[in-house]
C-alpha cells in the first residue's frame, strides 16, 4: 500500500465521543487525503492537506476536523461521533507531477478503517 | 454541480471477451482523468491517467479513451480474467491543489 498505514483498522464507538484516526506515510509526499466510501455514495472527500499545517476542507467536512502538525501524519478526528459517521475511512497521499499545461498525480490509498458509531 | 456517473453498478461478462465500463460527467472541465481498482475490502489501486489533450491511452491489457466534446470516458479491458473482477472507479480532476472527484464505481465479474 505505497508505505501508507492507518490507525486504527476497526473501531466501534458510542455516539458522543471523540474519535481520533490516524494515517502516516513513509512517501515523504505532499499532498494528503481523508475520504469515506458508503455505499451508494462512493469516494467522498473530507478534508485533504498540501502541506505541513496547511489543511482545507472537501465535499463533506462538517463534524470532521483535520490536523498535519508532520509530513508524514494527518489525523482524522471526529470531536462528538454521529451513526451516520459510521462509515470506511481511507486516507491517501500523492505527489504533484508536471505534464503539458498542468500538473497531474495519482492517488496511493491506505488500506482504510472500519468505524461503526452505535 | 458537478456529478460523475458510472455506467451501471454492475457489469457480468464471461472470460476473454472485452470489458467496456463507462464514466460520464457533467458540469465539469477535467484536466486529467484516472481509472482505479478496488477489491473488496481494500483501498482504490491507480491503474491508469489520460490527460484532457490526449485520446486515448493502454497499459497491457488496458485501454483508456477520453473524449472531452462527450464528456465521456471508456475503460476497456482485453481479454477479460476472473482475476479481473473488482469494482472500477473512475475519477476527474481539474488540478489544483490534486483535488480528485470520484464515480460510484461499476462493479465488474468476469466469469469462467
Known amino acids: 500500500d505505497a508505505g501508507i498505514t492507518q490507525s486504527p483498522r476497526h473501531k466501534v464507538t458510542e455516539t458522543g465521543t471523540p474519535v481520533t484516526l490516524r494515517c502516516h506515510q513513509t512517501?515523504?509526499?505532499?499532498?494528503m487525503y481523508w475520504y469515506r466510501q458508503d455505499p451508494g455514495h462512493g469516494l467522498r472527500l473530507i478534508h485533504y492537506?498540501?502541506?505541513?499545517?496547511?489543511?482545507d476542507k472537501g465535499e463533506v467536512s462538517d463534524g470532521y476536523s483535520v490536523s498535519r502538525s508532520k509530513t508524514e501524519d494527518f489525523l482524522l478526528t471526529l470531536e462528538s461521533a454521529t451513526s451516520s459517521q459510521t462509515s470506511v475511512y481511507f486516507c491517501?497521499?500523492?505527489?504533484?507531477?508536471?505534464?503539458?499545461?498542468?500538473?497531474?498525480?495519482?492517488?496511493?490509498f491506505g488500506p482504510g478503517t472500519r468505524l461503526t458509531v452505535l | 454541480s458537478q456529478k460523475i456517473e458510472q455506467n451501471s453498478e454492475a457489469l457480468n461478462i464471461q472470460e476473454g471477451k472485452t470489458a467496456t465500463l463507462t464514466c460520464n460527467y457533467t458540469?465539469?472541465?477535467?484536466?486529467?482523468l484516472q481509472w482505479y481498482r478496488q477489491d473488496p475490502g481494500r483501498g482504490p489501486v491507480f491503474l491508469l491517467l489520460?490527460?484532457?489533450?490526449?485520446k486515448e491511452k493502454r497499459k497491457e491489457r488496458l485501454k483508456v479513451t477520453f473524449d472531452t466534446t462527450l464528456k465521456q470516458s471508456l475503460f476497456h479491458i482485453t481479454a477479460s480474467q476472473p482475476a479481473d473482477s473488482a469494482t472500477y472507479l473512475c475519477?476527474?480532476?481539474?488540478?489544483?491543489?490534486?483535488?480528485?472527484?470520484f464515480g460510484t464505481g461499476t462493479k465488474l465479474q468476469v466469469i469462467p
Open positions: 491517501a497521499i500523492s505527489e504533484s507531477k508536471r505534464g503539458g499545461f498542468s500538473s497531474y498525480n495519482e492517488q496511493f
Open positions: 512517501e515523504n509526499h505532499r499532498y
Open positions: 492537506s498540501y502541506g505541513v499545517k496547511d489543511t
Open positions: 458540469n465539469y472541465s477535467p484536466a486529467y
Open positions: 489520460i490527460r484532457e489533450n490526449e
Open positions: 475519477a476527474l480532476s481539474s488540478g489544483g491543489y490534486q483535488k480528485v472527484t
